[in-house]
């Protein structure tokens, strides 16, 4: 069982930084590929990037890359997402996720944090 909670999410002017955070209370965080996916207002969930067990493998959404980067350290039990050049089309709930199997698609996630508000104004 793992449990995950999101932190960080607020409200931010467009072109500003977030930095997300995920921490998680498993021992076995380190099995885990690590994810985060999105929501925004009246669409499906969408996935942004996961991270693979020891943090070398790493995938990204066409529409993040270059702005965002996904990091984590086991020893903390902990993955972060920084947020670079924020856009309006950003603005979403974000929730981290874990995944024995780690692929881009919820169904792969087992695990979910209840999300974090980022809102990014024009």
């Known amino acids: 069982q793992v449990q995950l909670v999101e932190s960080g999410g607020r409200l931010v002017q467009a072109g500003g930084s977030l930095r997300l955070s995920c921490a998680a209370s498993?021992?076995?965080?380190?099995?885990?590929?690590m994810a985060w996916f999105r929501q925004a207002p009246g669409k499906e969930r969408e996935f942004v990037v996961l991270i693979d067990w020891n943090g070398r493998t790493t995938n990204y959404a066409d529409s993040v890359k270059g702005r965002f980067t996904i990091s984590r350290d086991n020893a903390k039990n902990t993955v972060w997402l920084q947020m670079n050049s924020l856009k309006p089309e950003d603005t979403a709930v974000y929730y981290c996720a874990a995944s024995a199997v780690g692929r881009t698609t919820q169904a792969s996630y087992a695990y979910w944090g209840q999300g974090t508000q980022v809102t990014v104004s024009a």
């Open positions: 498993a021992r076995t965080f380190s099995t885990y590929i």
